[in-house]
């Protein structure tokens, strides 16, 4: 099968990390430890697992992050090089999976829990909680936190992959690939909202206003008894959807603080040679870039005792206002298949929610602006994913079935 693989290239990755920021456009050129390669098709000889041809895989800020040698080197232990990248995936089954038969639309929850290793559940599996899962090194797979991160499963940027049944969620009839395909970012995005912990008519700040931004806005929105919501945004037409999404209001970055200032009474200082910072502010704040710029500028906007919620794969940044202001700083990472809503109700998943978000009519219509290329034109993708704010793409993805 033809596939897209990440390899161990030490003088590659130090290129990336050492300029990759500043010049994205390297990334997709010497500088990529990424190789268009001939693979046999992965295969997981155990129960439960089948076969998938991938019909579509996105491009997320995580997958740019490792292919630019930003990612922590703490997440080396948790994957295992070479694999396929590709964890947004919308695939078909080829076999015959437990209750689903062959021929079957499925979207992946990538995490690779205790159950697709097959071994004995861990305290949060058992739980429910299968993002936090503590297995994901060991069992019958080789290590890897996710599908799309692990060499033994393949991933959604190669013509085949391998899952296992706890990871499969059926896609409606009627839904377009491209539909389906935001239903992962989206489950994310519930998972973020969620453990945002908003009070009735709190504000919130949602730091960044790319797709896992506006996904966060709509989940807030929709999920919780969030009041104002202001979001930060580079572009015009990131306002425009933002505002579609459930924003109260939308900034400019350098607007930020002047604008919570305003509205809450807060007071502005301005440290030596160091960023402003505010005495007061929202309730709770969403980084949803993970850069210094966009964590710094969570942290500093939000009030003593408030709560600063990390969607984006978090960047190095100044804590000073963590500790100073005592501020409740969250992690969020993929999604549960045990979510609790604000009103107390438990037991439901975070993809079955994001079903319900995916059929709303703003999140319809930005699924018919995705990007998609076949796999020979990788370059051209990824250097549409690194400048897709600027270009007003929110989605750019990989059709590996595709050869134009």
Known sequence: MLALEMFRSLPRTVAGKAVGARMPGILSGFAAPLRLVTLDAPVVDRPGWARLKSRLSGICGSDLGALSGQTSLYFSAVVSLPFVPGHEVVAELLEDCDDLAAGTRVVLDPVLTCAARGVEPCESCVAGHTNRCSRITVGHLSPGLQTGFCRDTGGGWGQQLTAHRS????????????QALLLEPLSCAVHTALRAGVKPNGRVLVSGAGSVGLFATLALRQLTPAGEIVVVAKHGHQRELALEFG????????????RVRRTTGAFQLKPEFSAPYLLGGVDVAV???????SLETALNATRAGGRVVLS?????????AAWFRELEVVGTYASSQQETLPSGEGG???????MELAELEP?????????????????????????????????VAFDPRSSQ
Do not use: C, I, N
Request: glycine letters at 8%; proline letters at 5%.
């Open 167 to 178: 990871q499969m969620h059926v896609v409606p009839e009627g839904w377009s690939d491209d």
């Open 247 to 258: 924003a109260t209001e939308v900034v400019l970055p350098d607007e930020v603080l002047r």
């Open 312 to 320: 984006g794969m978090p960047a190095a940044a100044d804590l000073s």
């Open 348 to 354: 439901r998943g975070a993809f079955d929610l994001a």
């Open 287 to 293: 980084d949803a870039v993970g850069s210094k710029q």
């Open 363 to 395: 999140v319809v219509q930005l699924s018919k602006t995705v990007a998609s290329y076949p796999l020979h034109r990788w370059r051209e993708a990824l250097d549409h994913a690194h400048a897709a704010g600027r270009l007003g793409t929110v989605k």
